[in-house]
């Protein structure tokens, strides 16, 4: 199982060959309740079988099933899953990602990977990280206004500061230091503590310039996430002096996420991060409804299909969990056509003009239903 990326998406958006199945389902993390997933895995293949029927030979349809098929029996990888499971696949590819949060069960087959649900994940504004900090631990978490979950972070990664440190950590006690050389005429002296706290203050800062690195080379910089910081009130200041995060928040929680629960940690990040949330919402709104009045601007689908073909789409806004059935039927020109999804070369239409407009360059972002600026699935503000 691997963790969703933007290259991943865009690997899966422009993949062309057929049939595209693409399987999701929630999943569970303890026994005996992951039983239950397996059982609910095998029905969605019965759906993927019955559409791929429709088109392809018995063999075929053998074919295409055995890597899907070859997970049922795979125990290690039901004993370690996600909240969602996201499965591709197709002649020469097989994915199998893990998501954050539980997205329904689905089985698409089609001519292009049903990948909104992931671009929800990349592409909602609500998703933020956040950093647990304290001299004894390091933690990394990822969510949004729904869930939160904490990421493992690799092996080789050293996650306290006698671990970064090494040999160079002070002692927090009071050391001995020898004066007028070794033997005896050397005097024994003992520094005070305010020595002591300036090296391990010292010591602290180091740390922090470690962590702060590590976190924005491997996380934030990939994901562009913004990043809370969780930690006792003392460590906040020194942090954000030594950080060089962009993605690093003014904003925290001054706590030791040791002693948070995970949906009490949420819940506090999720005061940290809804102010900017609503602001950007409301920003995207009032663009849309000044570029809508002045031309620039559609609710339609056709028209926003067209548009999006000839790279006029400067940003477009998806509804979440929307699906409409139909297809692309020319991408030079944008046209569409309406068919039932259960069709195996027919896709959700909005999953195909966002995909179309991630190629052209547009800013694509999936946001709630209650959030949306129209009732017709997307929102469009146009370049020219």
């Known amino acids: ?82 909240p969602g499971i996201a499965i591709f696949n197709g002649p020469g590819i097989f994915k199998v990602i893990g998501l954050l949060e539980n997205v329904g069960k689905m089985a698409i087959v089609a001519n292009s990977f049903h990948t909104k649900p992931l671009r929800q994940f990349l592409q909602t504004m609500d998703r933020y990280q956040i950093l647990g900090l304290s001299l004894d631990r390091i933690q990394l978490f990822e969510g949004n206004r729904h869930s939160l979950i904490e990421i493992i972070l690799p092996e080789e990664t050293p996650t306290t500061l006698t671990a970064v440190l090494g040999k160079e950590v002070t002692e927090k006690h009071t050391t001995v230091a020898s ?34 690195k590590e976190i924005f080379e491997n996380f934030s910089k990939p994901t562009g996430l913004p990043l809370i910081l969780a930690a006792l009130p003392e460590h906040h200041s020194l942090f954000h002096e030594v ?8 904003e925290g929680i001054y706590k030791n996420p040791e002693h948070i629960s995970t949906d009490n940690l949420a819940k506090m990040a999720w005061k940290v991060m809804e102010p900017a949330y609503l602001l950007k919402i409301k920003d995207l709104i009032e663009q849309f409804g000044q570029a809508k009045a002045n ?48 069709h195996p070369k027919i896709n959700d239409l909005l999953d195909n003009i966002a995909n179309m407009a991630i190629t052209m360059g547009s800013d694509v972002l999936v946001i709630p239903l209650h959030d949306m600026p129209s009732q017709t699935g997307l929102a469009a503000i146009f370049r020219y």
């Not at 392809?56 to 795979?74: A, G, R, V, W």
């Not at 339609?300 to 477009?316: D, F, I, P, S, Y």
């Open 1 to 82: 199982m691997i963790s969703i990326n933007k290259e991943l998406v865009k690997e899966l958006s422009l993949y062309k060959d057929t049939p595209c199945i693409s399987v999701y389902m929630p999943a569970h993390q303890s026994h005996p309740r992951n039983l239950q997933d397996i059982l609910d895995y095998k029905k969605l293949l019965k759906k993927v079988e019955i559409s791929l029927s429709q088109l392809y030979s018995l063999n075929e349809i053998k074919q295409h099933m055995n890597p899907l098929e070859s997970l049922i029996n795979d125990k290690k990888f039901w004993n370690h899953t996600t």
């Open 179 to 212: 004066y007028g050389g070794v033997g005896k005429g050397s005097i024994d002296m003992h520094h005070g503590d305010g020595g002591i706290k300036d090296q391990i203050d010292h010591d602290t800062e180091k740390f922090f310039r470690f962590v702060s």
């Open 243 to 250: 950080s060089k995060n962009p993605f690093l928040l003014k």
């Open 295 to 342: 031309n620039l601007g559609s609710d339609e689908l056709e028209t926003t299909a067209k548009a999006v073909a000839m790279g006029r789409v400067a940003t477009l806004l998806v509804e979440a969990h929307r699906i409409i059935s139909g297809k692309i039927t020319d991408n030079n020109t944008g046209s569409i056509e309406y068919k039932p999804i259960k």
